[in-house]
Nanobody, 120 residues
Framework: QVQLVESGGGLVQAGDSLRLSCAASGRTFSTMAWFRQAPGKEREFVAGINWRRDITYGESSVKGRFTISRDNAKNTVYLQMNSLKPENTAVYYC???????????????WGQGTQVTVSS
């Protein structure tokens, strides 16, 4: 059974940091990624990383503040989020796919999500 289990979310203040983790089991993915969905908004791509650790980021506002990384030995992907802002409040989802850089709207496997809330 393939599972993606996120952890590390929580309630923090603006300017704080959080590190999200996503542990995959049952499968090793070529590409893993983080998405987020804020209340009343569509899900959006945050960052992705392939097995060679090539990285791509979504909206420019997270570049320089968010860092995706991957431990292939642990089959885990991380999202380090620094200098958090209230607009970063969302449910953050981990996703995995056997393809290298699948369409952002079409990852095959998803975690259940972890809530990140940033207070001002």
């Amino acid at each position: 059974q393939v599972q993606l289990v996120e952890s590390g979310g929580g309630l923090v203040q603006a300017g704080d940091s959080l590190r999200l983790s996503c542990a995959a089991s049952g499968r090793t993915f070529s590409t893993m990624a983080w998405f987020r969905q804020a209340p009343g908004k569509e899900r959006e791509f945050v960052a992705g990383i392939n097995w060679r650790r090539d990285i791509t980021y979504g909206e420019s506002s997270v570049k320089g503040r968010f860092t995706i990384s991957r431990d292939n030995a642990k089959n885990t992907v991380y999202l380090q989020m620094n200098s958090l802002k209230p607009e970063n409040t969302a449910v953050y989802y981990c996703a995995g796919d056997d393809r290298e850089w699948p369409p952002q709207s079409n990852y095959d496997y998803w975690g259940q999500g972890t809530q990140v809330t940033v207070s001002s």
